[in-house]
């Protein structure tokens, strides 16, 4: 069972039953006082009572609770500002939803006093309505704001770089004949109590990342992303975490820098339900073209864009598999600025820090965002 989907899915199942039912059972409350029918106020207040401890208590519970399970999975500390923020906001909502239901029982009982002598709605009900009318503003509003963050935020941390750890699939189960592998060569692995078969390693990115040694050419240590991509966990842990320092920021295209940029970039853009813009080496796009020449760490190149991909003013974030010495993702720039595009960001899975790439963005103005890095080129 994937426990990441399972915890998702109850916090959106609690989140939506916490707020379906206040939003009901409020407006049933404000129509019922409105009408000033003694049997009304009685019948619908005893109703809402009900369902604030059938649904709302519950679903106050579970949410919360999905919250922090969410948390654990997806390595977030408990400490992060809007996660900070989110617990404010939540008390705040309980300390306005408690004295809220004790008001609807006073309520109730009210008007079933007065509905037993056949006296009219007391003056006293009336003004207990008013304070639970006032309380349910602030609580209405910090869950809206919780719901924000919720949407906004739910995407792993990626600081310190590759922190962000998932639980990697379940391996297959040896055939009854199979040679079984010894505890001791297994990766370092928590055993369960009461158990002795191990749980598997949490994997980061970087753990999906494979090197292949002379290649392109000796002397080079390539890092090898398609087993990232090939991993369903990697590849989905990849994009969520080149997208959370953007939770909540405009971003009008995607650009992606050939060739492993294109699956990222195609990917996040998706993820965003933005454009996605290729920038090619010279020759490959078939429309008008600007072209903008560059070094990179294996000799010169030229790399261009249709003239007409990006719009003056459009915010795009560039994206590509490795930050090297940074020469292509400079002449991705260079080609973005003079479309007119605002950059809000350059992502990358890798970062390579002794061949300077970072230090020659992050001098052009541009806020770099790395997963994980390797030393050595």
């Known amino acids: 069972m994937d426990w990441y989907f399972t915890a998702r899915w109850l916090h959106i199942l609690s989140s939506t039953v916490l707020f379906g039912t206040g939003i009901g059972t409020a407006f049933q409350m404000v129509w019922a006082m409105r009408t000033g029918r003694v049997e009304t106020v009685h019948s619908v207040a005893s109703g809402v009572v009900v369902a604030d401890w059938l649904f709302t208590t519950p679903a106050g519970i579970v949410q919360p609770a999905t919250g922090l399970w969410l948390i654990h999975l997806q390595g977030w500390s408990l400490t992060e500002p809007w996660l900070l923020l989110t617990y404010a906001l939540y008390l705040l909502a309980f300390l306005a939803w408690a004295p809220v239901v004790a008001l609807q029982i006073r309520i109730r009982d009210l008007a079933g006093q007065a509905l037993a002598t056949g006296a009219p709605l007391p003056a006293r ?161 078939p429309g008008a073209v600007i072209s903008q020449a560059y070094t990179l760490e294996y000799g010169e190149a030229v790399m261009e864009v249709h003239d007409d991909a990006l719009q003056p003013g459009e915010k795009v974030l560039i994206v590509d598999d490795l930050l090297a010495t940074g020469g292509t993702c400079e002449a991705g720039i260079r080609l973005c600025e003079r479309l007119g595009a605002e950059i809000v960001g350059c992502a990358f899975v890798i970062d390579l820090p002794d061949l300077g790439g970072r230090a020659l963005l992050e001098k052009l103005g541009m806020k770099v965002h790395v997963l994980c890095d390797f030393e050595g080129a």
């Open 125 to 285: 009900a009336v003004a207990l309505y008013r304070i639970w009318f006032a309380l349910g503003w602030p609580a209405f509003g910090a869950l809206t704001l919780v719901f924000w963050l919720m949407v906004t935020k739910a995407i792993p941390s990626p600081d310190p770089p590759c922190a962000c750890r998932y639980k990697p699939p379940t391996p297959p189960r040896q055939k009854p004949d199979a040679t079984p592998t010894p505890l001791s060569a297994l990766r370092p692995a928590v055993l369960r109590r009461g158990h002795d078969r191990p749980e598997p390693a949490m994997k980061t990115v970087k753990d999906y990342i494979r090197t292949i040694a002379d290649f392109p050419h000796e002397g080079i240590m390539f890092r090898d992303v398609t087993t990232l991509f090939a991993d369903a966990r990697g590849f989905r842990m990849a994009i969520d975490q080149l997208l959370n320092p953007y939770a909540g920021m405009r971003i009008d295209k995607v650009v992606g820098l050939e060739a492993r940029g294109f699956i990222l970039g195609g990917a996040i853009a998706h993820q965003l339900s933005v454009g996605f813009v290729p920038i090619r080496k010279k020759g490959k796009l």
